[in-house]
Structure formats: C-alpha cells, structure tokens
C-alpha cells in the first residue's frame, strides 16, 4: 500500500482512535479492529512509525516497557479537520510536480542556452575562416603583383627562375592553408549536426 491510500489509513487510524479516546490500542489491536487493512502487524507497525515521524503530535504514543500503544489527543481532531494525513500527502505532491515542473523549465531554458551558445560558436568559426582566407587571398594577389616578373626581366633567366620559385612557395603556403581552413569548416559543421541532431 502506497501513495494516497497509505495516507488515507492513517486518516483511519486516527479517527478510529477519536471514537474511543478513553483507551489506548496496541498495533494488532489496530491492526485486527481496522480488518487487517495491510498484508501483517509489521507492515501496520511500518505505518505508525510515518505517523509518529511526520505527525507525531496530533496522537498520543504511550511506551510500556518497549510495548507501544496508540490514542488519540486534544490536536487529533484538529488535524483530521485540517485534512489530516491525505491532506498532507497531497500538498507533498503538489510540491513535487511543483518542482518537477521547475526542473524541466529550467533544463529546457539550459538547452536553450547551449543551442543559443552553439549558434554563436558556429557563427565565430564559420566568420573567422572566411576573413582569414579573404585576407590571405588579397595577400596572394598583392605578393604575386610584387613579384610578378616585369616584361624586361624577361631575358634574365635567374631571377625570373628565383621569382617563380619564391611564387609557388606562397602558394603552396596559401593552398595549404585554405585546405586547413575548409577542413575546420567541415568539422565544425559536423559538431553543429551532431549537436542539433536528437539524443
């Protein structure tokens, strides 16, 4: 027995305990005039203990020598009046789904926030490749009009020769590079696909 109808024993508990305040009962006395509403006396024993744990002012619990009896008191009514103990279990889960509720706002505000971070992650990555291979093709323009051979270096061999040279270095470098940043540029989308997709 749990949740609800757990709470609505004890409410009979209780009120059974009302109706002969001038005696105090054992828990097979409890257990046997309620019509065994549990499975065993342990199980009933289990039960009073929550009601002493969490409600243990609204009764009387008399100890004879390690023996334990139930009655009830001057509050015990007034608890039952104010709902009693299926009263309290259910602002419990009031409470509950009250905070589960907040829970799953607040996880869904974080996802938010990590697509939101995501987004601009993937923006910066996406941004900066493309100055910088912008910037580095200008450079490649201008250093190849710098040391583009001039029509009257023509008959100069050598130099031409170390001018070639020193162009195909820049761009190899450039290639490389590009090849660098288009490979970034993959990844990154790849992370933005695994990030979007369900998990």
């Known amino acids: 027995m749990e949740g609800k109808a757990r709470a609505e ?16 009962f054992t828990v097979e006395r409890l257990w046997e005039n309620l019509g ?7 199980l009933m024993q289990e039960i009073l203990d929550e009601m002493e744990n969490t409600a243990g002012s609204n009764f009387l ?3 004879n020598s390690g023996y334990e009896s139930y009655g009830s008191n001057e509050f ?11 009263n309290q279990y259910e602002v419990e889960m009031e409470v509950a789904r009250n905070m589960n509720k907040s829970a799953l706002q607040d996880s869904r505000i974080k996802d938010m926030q990590e697509k939101d971070l ?27 009009s ?13 130099q031409i020769k170390q001018l070639e040279e020193r162009l195909d270095k820049i761009e190899y ?5 590009v090849d660098s940043l288009k490979k970034e540029l993959y990844d990154a989308e790849i ?9």
């Open 9 to 24: 024993l004890k409410d009979r508990i209780l009120k059974f305990l009302i109706e002969d305040p001038s005696h105090s």
């Open 36 to 42: 065994k509403p549990v499975d065993n006396k342990l």
């Open 61 to 63: 619990v008399i100890n």
């Open 76 to 86: 015990t009514q007034d608890y039952l009046d104010n709902g009693g103990f299926t």
């Open 118 to 144: 995501n987004l601009k992650i993937r923006n910066g990555k996406f941004s900066l490749p493309i100055s910088i291979i912008s910037v580095l093709v200008a450079v490649g323009s201008l250093l190849y």
């Open 146 to 158: 710098i040391f583009k051979p001039a029509p009257e270096l023509k008959s100069n061999d050598v």
């Open 173 to 177: 470098t450039l290639t490389k590079d």
């Open 191 to 199: 992370n933005e696909k695994a990030l979007e997709s369900p998990h």
